[in-house]
């Protein structure tokens, strides 16, 4: 099992510039949401998706577009980088569930540079 | 107003010594969770501890145990025996309803950089 993998690690962009990053998971999760974490500051929800083909915003998702066209994969998009995207982005997927205890299994990170 | 309450930006110990993180929280949902994350310097978050809101006693995994106090709404990150691989930003984060659907999310808060000596 990889888990949760994320496709690229490292990117720099230039302002004005798109990009998507690609998050997949293998362990059958409905779940998916993406995070960014800025210096000094926990993780922030930018979307999340709860299952196939749907999507809906998080805490701050401004600038951002997200695509679940498989369970496996979660798309996030970058249509116009901003030098205030500048940051390290999570994805992490979870069971579904209507209480209890569930763990969110996060990828290892995108850093992102805007210049 | 903040959910998740860090106070400590950065905590010393001892290297066998216990240690104890602590983090408050806010929330008007009667059914949350609460959670500790570890993120060493390489970056990946690592999932430590879970409290759950109903939960009777305090959890306990390994090393690590959460002192849940409901009433005070805290749920402090108690490691004991530090060992230096211990080092890490350490978040605590709560599980609440996301107000638009019935699916939870994680508020993080700011975190606490533990720094273990030899």
């Known amino acids: 099992n990889a888990g949760v993998t994320q496709t690229p690690k490292f990117r720099v962009l230039k302002t004005g510039q798109s990009m998507t990053l690609l998050c997949a998971q293998d362990?059958?999760?409905?779940?998916m949401y993406w995070y960014r974490q800025d210096p000094g500051m926990g993780l922030r929800l930018i979307h999340y998706s709860v299952g196939e083909g749907t999507t809906a915003k998080g805490e701050v998702p401004d600038g951002y577009n997200v695509s679940r066209l498989k369970k496996q994969n979660f798309l996030l998009g970058l249509e116009s980088a901003a030098p205030s995207q500048t940051s390290v982005y999570f994805c992490?997927?979870?069971?579904?569930?209507?209480?209890?205890?569930?763990?969110?299994?996060f990828g290892p990170g995108t850093r992102l540079t805007v210049t | 107003a903040q959910k998740i309450t860090q106070t400590q930006p950065g905590m010393f110990v001892q290297e066998k010594e216990a240690v104890t993180l602590d983090c408050t929280y806010d929330?008007?949902?009667?059914?949350?969770?609460l959670f500790w994350y570890k993120q060493p310097s390489s970056g990946e978050m690592i999932f430590l501890i879970y409290?759950?809101?109903?939960?009777?006693q305090n959890a306990t995994e390994g090393r690590y145990s959460l002192n849940f106090q409901k009433a005070r709404k805290s749920a402090n990150l108690v490691i004991s025996a530090s060992q230096l691989g211990d080092s890490a930003m350490y978040f605590c984060?709560?599980?609440?309803?996301?107000?638009?659907?019935?699916?939870?999310?994680?508020?993080f808060g700011s975190g606490t950089q533990l720094t273990v000596l030899p």
């Open positions: 409290q759950g809101s109903y939960d009777q």
């Open positions: 929330t008007s949902d009667p059914s949350y969770g």
């Open positions: 992490a997927s979870s069971y579904s569930t209507s209480g209890g205890f569930y763990e969110q299994y």
């Open positions: 362990m059958n999760h409905e779940y």
């Open positions: 984060a709560m599980r609440e309803v996301i107000s638009s659907g019935s699916a939870r999310q994680l508020t």
